[in-house]
């Protein structure tokens, strides 16, 4: 019997799209990421697919250099993903919403909100925001 798997882990697809949500808010490359844990840019990618699993001192590494609590990458998991990480269930849901969440257009959107210094102006466009998605609701575009 192999214990080669055929796709990445559930939660390792999840913690690695973390990794990469909170490298990218904080403008940071994965070259310069890979130079502070002592590893290649091609392996932080590895890691943020999840085709690579993160060990735990390695996350406890990556919570002080992105300055996070380690809890951070496992943060908005579904229960979704915690059953499938036993590989017993088909699809993956959970790989769509974390593809959305870590689209360059969304981070640059994030990242653009949080420069907006005035707390009053921030909360008026995030409810713009708020309220233009709601009335785009039943439309044909996602």
């Known amino acids: 019997m192999s214990m080669v798997k055929s796709s990445p882990d559930p939660v390792d697809i999840h913690v690695g799209a973390r990794v990469r949500l909170r490298r990218t808010l904080l403008g940071m490359s994965q070259e310069k990421l890979g130079k502070a844990l002592g590893l290649t840019f091609q392996q932080v990618q590895k890691y943020e697919r999840g085709a690579n699993r993160i060990g735990s001192s390695r996350l406890f590494q990556l919570s002080k250099i992105l300055d996070v609590p380690v809890s ?71």
């Open 72 to 142: 951070f990458f496992f943060d908005e998991m579904t229960t979704d993903t915690t059953q499938k990480a036993d590989g017993m269930a088909e699809g993956n849901k959970q790989v769509f919403e974390v593809d959305k969440l870590s689209r360059r257009e969304t981070l640059e959107l994030v990242r653009a909100y949080y420069k907006i210094t005035d707390p009053s102006v921030r909360k008026k466009i995030f409810e713009m925001v708020k309220a233009v998605g709601s009335s785009a609701i039943g439309s044909d575009e996602s």
